[in-house]
């Protein structure tokens, strides 16, 4: 029987060789042409790139012949590849689009298919669902170049995407500053793509970078899946301590996300971080422009938004809403809370290295420690706290849902309910300025529930709270 594939919040992800096989990435490879040919020109070049998963370089040749075959030509990476760098390849080669082989920070056990458009960012729904539905039920009528030919022909060219970025990078941010600034800096890779990253962007000063989880292990030792939260992040957390760190910086397993650890081995949460990058844009780089955020990231941005005088703009939860928005609105920055920061000057797409690089600037522009920065954070705008709690779950979603709607909660953790937002899962403002979000997860079968309060103490029983109104308790 035909295997239905559905395109969630940043493409398709599934099990190897469950759902996942060689037939479906081509069947998902073909949907992409298809979608790819009513929109460009016969000819045109698309990157393909894959990360350190099981198989992922096989799956993007796999995916190369196929667009080949369409009549495509293709920038193949020669190595694993960080999303953003992929992302950006896209603008430098003058591509119309890109497929990247990875499942981001799935459990080992996964693999995905990331697509993306001419801007290097993530194609808008409408786009993703026209692609889920050309995607052809067999591969009888599509035709695909064998790899040895293709490139043979020019029609498969390997490339190293990592000179151009760097260059591309160094425009942004002044690298110099933070090679001289004597940090001691300590990376976990997560076994990812982001391996390597910043000791070759920041070797040659006083600065000293320090990388764990940084070769080749599709399995993940010491984390439940390459996540940048707890508690896959505390042996990083752990060895801050243990290294007399500056920072920790960690990127998810394709490094468009990333975590920060302070010096004192505390983990600074997503929230916490999209709210320190966009005070850094405003405040250090006294940039403007507006900041687009999903519903389940940080009330601080409004608040940000309000003391600096910039529009904040509100989206669904996943980037194929936050890049259509940043490039309607020529956004400042924009993010979510799953620790992915987009930047103007840069791609509509997540990056983890230039997050990382921002925070490092921000410590050598303020001269503050990340614990000091989080303080001078909340002078701005008050404490602001956060926590999840992800829940697998099997049978009828519809049903859950009906369960969240008949709830009608008038307090959740001690707060009165404002109002119930569900432009994307079920929103519950309360009156502290927080809120709690009952959301389902666009890539896997889980339920989450999130939350954002001023009163940290109250965070388990608002949690305890969404769980009962989830079903889940």
């Known amino acids: ?114 697509v993306r458009d001419e801007h290097g960012g993530a194609i808008d729904p409408e786009g993703l669902k026209e692609i889920e539905n050309l995607i052809p039920d067999d591969l009888s009528q599509v035709p695909s170049v064998p790899y040895s030919k293709a490139v043979s022909e020019g029609l498969i060219v390997r ?16 690298l110099e500053r933070i090679k001289n600034a004597g ?117 601080m941005l409004n608040k940000l938004g309000k003391l600096y005088g910039v529009p904040v703009y509100e989206t669904g939860v996943g980037f194929k809403y936050v890049a259509p928005k940043m490039l309607e609105t020529d956004a400042m920055i924009g993010g979510e809370e799953s620790g992915g920061y987009a930047f103007k000057g840069n791609v509509p797409e997540r990056d983890g290295i230039l997050a990382g690089l921002y925070f490092l600037d921000m410590m050598v522009s303020l001269k503050k420690t990340p614990s000091q920065l989080l303080e001078l954070l909340f002078e701005k705008v008050g404490a602001h706290y956060y926590d999840r709690i992800d829940t697998q779950f099997s049978g009828d979603k519809s049903e859950k849902i009906q369960n969240i709607l008949n709830a009608n909660p008038k307090e959740i953790g001690g707060f009165k309910v404002l109002g119930l937002n569900t432009t994307d899962g079920y929103k519950f403002d309360l009156d502290d300025g927080g809120w709690l979000l009952i959301r389902f997860s666009g890539t896997e079968p889980i339920i989450r529930v999130y939350c954002e309060t001023t009163i940290q103490q109250r965070i388990p029983a608002i949690l305890d709270d969404g769980l009962k109104i989830a079903g889940l308790k």
Request: aromatic share 10%.
């Open 1 to 114: 029987m035909t295997t239905k594939i559905n395109f969630g919040t940043d493409g398709w992800r599934a099990t190897i060789a469950d759902t996942y096989t060689f037939e479906n990435v081509r069947r998902c490879a073909a949907g992409f042409s298809a979608y790819q040919k009513q929109h460009t020109s016969p000819g045109s070049w698309i990157v393909v790139g894959f990360d350190k998963r099981f198989l992922s370089e096989e799956f993007a040749i796999a995916v190369s012949e196929i667009l080949c075959g369409a009549g495509f030509r293709v920038y193949l990476t020669q190595a694993p590849t960080p999303t953003p760098v992929i992302s950006y390849s896209v603008i430098d080669k003058k591509a119309v689009g890109a497929v990247n082989i990875t499942a981001s920070h799935n459990p080992p056990i996964d693999n995905g298919f990331k």
């Open 159 to 174: 490339f190293d995407a990592a000179p151009n970025y760097i260059d591309h990078v160094k425009k942004l941010v002044d």
């Open 183 to 299: 940090f001691r800096i300590l990376v976990d890779a997560m076994w990812g793509n982001g391996a390597g990253w910043f000791p070759r962007l920041l070797d040659g000063g006083k600065t000293e970078v320090i990388e764990i989880h940084n070769t080749r292990n599709p399995i993940f030792p010491e984390m439940q899946r390459p996540e940048p939260i707890r508690p896959n992040i505390d042996v990083g957390l752990k060895k801050t301590i243990e290294l007399h760190a500056d920072v920790l910086l960690i990127n998810d397993g394709d490094a468009d996300r990333v975590g920060f650890g302070d010096e004192n081995g505390n983990f600074i949460n997503q929230l916490q971080a999209y709210g320190l990058l966009a005070f850094y844009l405003l405040e250090v780089r006294k940039e403007r422009g507006p900041i687009v955020k999903t519903l389940s990231t940080t009330g």
